[in-house]
């Protein structure tokens, strides 16, 4: 805006000095500049006007004890009591074990947030985190008027929640399309920041799809958002909410240049099982993945890192059944295509559980497709990794020694070949290979055993990385190593 300011007396002063001297520049001209200057910025103004009616703030209350039971709390007006008040000396049949009065408990204030309306019978979009264990909600709207609210239904993961107030004929914003946002876009955002009702700011695009390492992609902008804010709309030009503003990246607490906001689509399939059923299924398919890197891609003959590799398929699940196997990569989904890791989670996370589907998958040198019957998501944990190790043993090209792998360990990983490491050297050892562990295959090689092995490890070439599929405990992963020279 300084520039702006800057470039306008500058227009103004060249204008009048060009007067003075008589070298006729006329009005024309400067009105010609200023004209130019004056569409730099849009005006926000009517979109405020047709939107704002449609935020709304959102308190919230809880319960907390006035005195912890068989003691004295930290709260004066409890205190107080505590010495000169009723409970001083309590008696009678109420009290309680230890010999004080019982535990009472009273509201006050929990916390504001922002909301918005997205249908006229009172349905209202917030995040999570604004209404988590709240033991009132009140929502307030631009007029004043304030109406109690219930929890429809409210989905951790995604941090959204969807609320209902006994209202009609309420406005609510029209539902745009963030898949129409572009970088350098401008947005604008509505809400209550620190309370501050029907604060409006405003900014522009800075990414799409950020990944965070959650299940979202979310938008970042560069609008002010601050505690207070969340749960409002993210707007853009035409007035329609593209997202609903959720986090700040932030060293002090408030806004330092970076917000994020859940893209509104991703929002609206979350609300409309809330409002079916009260909560969100997820499916998925039994798969522990990671990223695939540029050393194993080329390894494995793909012509970009896109895709998710399967580092571990759960025994019995949805992928098992399909086919799918450790060291598979993971390209497409349906109709969708995996371009990094957390987009496989996402986009199995979105499939109606029972649903089949055909997922696209890179094996020794090819594509290929199976079937699989998505399950609905349940939480688990992976299996700790054992600890690299290293010895001075004698050692092949690739800094390994190894030996036949019984029937029974090919029955329990569910390979039908493979060799086990006994021992490890370099450079191995500098790549994580650890004894005990087992490769199930060598590049697209799968069919090992100890004298295939080392057939294939002696013709390696020297100047080139081989990829090892290294299966540890239940979990598989490709491993580059570069062999050494022959």
């Known amino acids: 805006m300084q520039i702006r300011t800057t470039r306008f007396y500058h227009a103004l002063s060249s204008a009048c000095v060009a ?22 910025l849009p005006d926000f103004t009517q979109i405020v006007e047709n939107t704002e009616k449609s935020v709304v703030n959102i308190r919230t209350t809880e319960s907390v004890p006035v005195r912890p039971v068989g003691g004295r709390g930290n709260d004066p007006y409890d205190l107080f009591r505590w010495f000169f008040g009723p409970d001083a000396m309590p008696q009678g049949p109420n009290m309680n074990p230890h010999g004080s009065a ?10 504001v947030g922002s909301g918005f309306i997205i249908s006229n019978d009172g349905y209202i979009l917030t995040n999570n985190h604004v209404i988590a264990e709240a033991k009132d909600i009140f929502v307030t709207l631009v007029d004043g008027k304030e109406y109690k609210a219930t929890v429809v239904g409210a989905d951790e993961r995604t941090d959204i929640a969807l609320l209902k107030v006994e209202a009609e004929n309420l406005p609510p914003l029209t539902i745009g399309s963030p898949a129409a946002l572009k970088k350098g876009q401008w947005v604008m955002a509505i809400g209550s920041p620190f309370g501050l009702d029907s604060t409006v700011t405003v900014g522009i695009v800075s990414a799409i799809n950020r990944d965070t390492g959650d299940y979202l992609p979310f938008i970042q902008t560069d609008v002010a958002v601050n505690p207070g804010n969340s749960g409002g709309p993210l707007l853009n030009l035409a007035g329609e909410v593209v997202g609903v503003n959720s986090q700040i990246i932030s060293r002090s607490g408030g806004f330092m240049g970076i917000s994020l906001a859940i893209p509104i689509d991703e929002a609206m399939n979350v609300v409309e099982q809330l409002k079916a059923h009260g909560r969100v299924t997820r499916g998925r398919i039994g798969v522990q993945i990671t990223d695939v890197s540029d050393e194993v891609a080329k390894a494995l003959g793909l012509k970009d890192s896109n895709g998710a590799l399967v580092s571990n398929v759960e025994e019995d699940g949805p992928a098992a059944k399909a086919g799918i196997r450790n060291g598979d990569v993971i390209l497409k989904f349906g109709d969708k295509d995996i371009k990094q890791m957390s987009d496989l989670p996402r986009i199995v996370g979105s499939v109606k559980p029972g649903t089949n589907v055909d997922v696209e998958v890179w094996r020794k040198g090819k594509a290929l497709t199976v079937n699989a019957e998505v399950g609905e998501l349940t939480t688990g944990s992976a299996p700790e990794a054992a600890q690299p190790a290293e010895t001075k043993a004698p050692v092949d090209r690739l800094g390994l020694q190894v030996e036949a792998l019984s029937a029974a360990d090919q029955q329990r990983i569910g390979i039908t070949g493979g060799v086990k490491v006994t021992q490890v050297g370099a450079p191995a050892a500098a790549a994580g290979l650890a004894a005990g562990d087992v490769i199930a295959q060598i590049n697209n090689h799968d ?15 020297a100047d080139e990385n081989v990829a090892l599929l290294v299966v540890r405990g239940d979990n598989a992963q490709w491993v580059v190593v570069k062999p050494t020279a022959k």
């Open 447 to 461: 069919d090992l055993d100890v004298s295939n092995y080392e057939r294939i490890v002696k013709s390696l070439p």
């Open 102 to 111: 019982p535990q009472e408990e009273r509201v006050v204030p929990r916390g």
């Open 19 to 40: 007067a003075a001297l008589g070298l006729g520049m006329g009005a024309s001209t400067v009105q010609a500049q200023t004209s130019e200057l004056a569409v730099v």
